[in-house]
């Protein structure tokens, strides 16, 4: 009985033996993707404020200084990640986590759809805001109530296929976003066809009497 303990605790002291150096240099590698990954993002944010992108979208009025800021943050967070995970890969297989690896090789092949997605959230952002302004002041004419409610319903609009893009490239229901977006292109496409087809009938049978009395004419 002895001699089995002794064994058992034996194989047990020299596994752990063989593993701690492997523990170790796993964990150093590790701690260099965590150090690597905040020099990165600092790099970012500190590139992003040498370029005072958040003033020149500020100076436009389309988007606020603090969203600007909150939008780069999120973005250089998501790179640091992103490194962190590049790093964490060699650490695994230095633990001899291979099932482990597989996961996060199609994590950090995932990851660049996600930056993407927030590159075309930001832009989507923008242009909401800018299509909202730009509808607000065209439609001046109709009156303050009408024109703050067709640049709601422009920048709603936006924001609205903003986010089935964003769906569709990451890969989220995307049969379900497709059936979606084509049912409200045919939404629109019919409401304008019955909208000019009842309000603008006379306009068009004024038109065509025109053309007709025209060709009549030329004979």
């Given at each position: 009985m002895?001699?089995i303990?002794?064994?058992?605790l034996?194989?047990?002291f020299?596994?752990?033996?063989?593993f701690?150096?492997?523990?170790?240099g796993g964990?150093?590698?590790?701690?260099?993707?965590?150090?690597?990954?905040?020099?990165?993002?600092h790099?970012?944010?500190?590139?992003?404020?040498f370029?005072?992108?958040?003033?020149?979208?500020?100076?436009?009025k389309?988007?606020?200084k603090g969203q600007?800021n909150?939008w780069?943050q999120?973005?250089?967070?998501?790179a640091?990640?992103?490194l962190v995970?590049?790093?964490?890969?060699p650490?695994l297989?230095i633990?001899?986590?291979s099932r482990?690896?597989?996961?996060?090789?199609?994590?950090l092949?995932?990851?660049?759809?996600v930056?993407?997605?927030?590159?075309?959230?930001?832009?989507?952002?923008?242009?909401?805001?800018l299509?909202?302004?730009?509808v607000?002041?065209?439609?001046?004419t109709?009156?303050a109530?009408?024109?703050n409610?067709l640049a709601?319903?422009?920048?709603?609009t936006?924001?609205?296929f903003t986010?089935?893009?964003?769906?569709?490239?990451?890969g989220?229901?995307?049969?379900l976003?497709?059936i979606?977006?084509?049912?409200i292109v045919?939404?629109?496409?019919?409401?304008g066809?019955?909208a000019?087809g009842?309000g603008?009938?006379?306009?068009a049978k004024?038109?065509?009497?025109?053309?007709?009395?025209?060709?009549?004419s030329?004979?």
């Amino acid at each position: 009985m002895i001699d089995i303990v002794n064994l058992v605790l034996g194989n047990f002291f020299r596994s752990l033996a063989s593993f701690v150096p492997k523990l170790v240099g796993g964990l150093l590698v590790l701690a260099m993707g965590f150090i690597f990954g905040a020099i990165f993002k600092h790099l970012l944010i500190t590139i992003f404020n040498f370029f005072r992108i958040d003033d020149f979208f500020h100076k436009t009025k389309l988007i606020q200084k603090g969203q600007v800021n909150i939008w780069t943050q999120v973005l250089a967070e998501i790179a640091k990640w992103m490194l962190v995970v590049v790093f964490l890969i060699p650490t695994l297989e230095i633990w001899g986590l291979s099932r482990a690896i597989s996961v996060l090789n199609d994590f950090l092949y995932y990851l660049p759809n996600v930056i993407v997605a927030v590159i075309i959230a930001f832009v989507g952002l923008v242009a909401s805001n800018l299509g909202g302004d730009l509808v607000k002041h065209s439609a001046r004419t109709l009156g303050a109530k009408s024109a703050n409610a067709l640049a709601v319903f422009t920048k709603s609009t936006i924001t609205f296929f903003t986010v089935l893009i964003i769906l569709d490239q990451l890969g989220v229901a995307q049969d379900l976003v497709k059936i979606l977006f084509t049912g409200i292109v045919a939404m629109i496409s019919l409401a304008g066809g019955l909208a000019f087809g009842l309000g603008g009938k006379d306009v068009a049978k004024e038109i065509l009497e025109s053309l007709k009395r025209k060709l009549e004419s030329e004979k």
